[in-house]
């Protein structure tokens, strides 16, 4: 008799659950997933506005579940300033989610300082994304 393991997973919008099959049929390790999403922060398209302000935009893609928070810090500060976030999507092929916000600062700061965009959950330890103005082209 060979000793397998099938590791499986299923995900529907409401659950994602991981499952580990032993041989002889008995499931052990059943519970709720946990999914960080992955950060990108990235510079509008016309970063710079008539005013002397930059948009940035952080990405949170394939995250589950849902309620994942996004922050901003600015110069390693937290900045809820000029924050817009944008509604979650869920992704029906693999039953995760994406979700992004932005970050509106004066063109003095986005020069001087580096920008960081956070994904927070409970007691879940911290993704983050820094950008600095160096690391665009443009």
Known sequence: MASSVDLFR??????TT??????GGRT????????????????SSSSVESQGKVTLVCLANK???SDWKL???VGGISSSSGVS??????????GLY?????LT???????????????????QPTVSKELRREQCTG
């Open 28 to 43: 052990i390790g059943a519970s709720p997933g946990l999914a960080p999403p992955t950060l990108t922060v990235l510079p």
């Open 85 to 94: 976030q944008i509604p979650v999507v869920l992704q029906k092929d693999d």
């Open 63 to 65: 995250g589950f579940p």
């Open 71 to 73: 922050s901003w810090k």
């Open 105 to 123: 600062l004066q063109e003095e700061e986005w020069l001087k300082k580096t920008v960081t965009c956070e994904a927070t959950k409970d007691s």
């Open 98 to 102: 994406s979700w992004s916000s932005t």
């Open 10 to 15: 299923r995900s529907t919008p409401s659950e």
């Open 18 to 23: 991981r499952n580990i099959r032993l041989t």
